[in-house]
T-cell receptor, first 114, second 115 residues
């Protein structure tokens, strides 16, 4: 069965410092992995996705993630945090059977301190 | 291109009532999925529709049902509402159904409160 574990429920960084949000996945097959962001009272926005092409995936707003099969990780990073990055971030794995449903992590709330 | 739209944005119902939520996918998208988001359970998959047929279903009771119309618009219905049904209900659409790699685009959600 597919699942993801987000290792931190809350991360706090200062504006201008790097961001690291950690995610480990569990999948019997090569997974498709996503990071979504949710701002307060808003829907989910796709940041980036991995689909077995390049292991380093670049997304929107300066975010990127690296797929590491040996570590079963898909951590999200950004070199310099901006106040607008404060939100909830979800690591997501898709159903490997091809069904169109997603399995979400429990989320990491990112706080950016001015 | 317009995004996924959901109506209404907010609903207040009482226990025992039923409710219908609506979702209009991005133009050209034929797959619509529904998710429930609660503080306690997080985001959970409800079901997916493609070509007016339910393709996949999550682990929710039969009180939760849905349908899809020929124009790909989808509705979700919850009957005999319980307090625990209070949640944000998110709809997502995608172009290539049945493909785990396909990106799902989410609407803003419908906030349901059951009193």
């Amino acid at each position: 069965a597919q699942s993801v574990t987000q290792l931190d429920s809350h991360v706090s960084v200062s504006e201008g410092t790097p961001v690291l949000l950690r995610c480990n996945y569990s999948s019997s097959y090569s997974p498709s992995l996503f990071w979504y962001v949710q701002h307060p009272n808003k829907g989910l926005q796709l940041l980036l996705k991995y689909t077995s092409a390049a292991t380093l995936v670049k997304g929107i707003n300066g975010f990127e993630a690296e797929f590491k099969k040996s570590e079963t990780s898909f951590h999200l990073t950004k070199p310099s945090a901006h106040m607008s990055d404060a939100a909830e971030y979800f690591c997501v794995v898709s159903d490997v059977t091809g069904a169109n449903n997603l399995f979400f992590g429990t989320g990491t709330r990112l706080t950016v301190i001015p | 291109k317009a995004g996924v739209t959901q109506t209404p944005r907010y609903l207040i119902k009482t226990r025992g009532q039923q409710v219908t939520l609506s979702c209009s996918p991005i133009s050209g998208h034929r797959s619509v999925s529904w998710y429930q988001q609660t503080p306690g359970q997080g985001l959970q998959f409800l079901f997916e529709y493609f070509s007016e047929t339910q393709r996949n279903k999550g682990n929710f009771p039969g009180r939760f049902s849905g349908r899809q119309f020929s124009n790909s618009r989808s509705e979700m219905n919850v009957s005999t509402l319980e307090l625990g049904d209070s949640a944000l209900y998110l709809c997502a659409s995608s172009f290539d159904p049945g493909q785990g790699t396909d990106t799902q685009y989410f609407g803003p959600g419908t906030r349901l409160t059951v009193l």
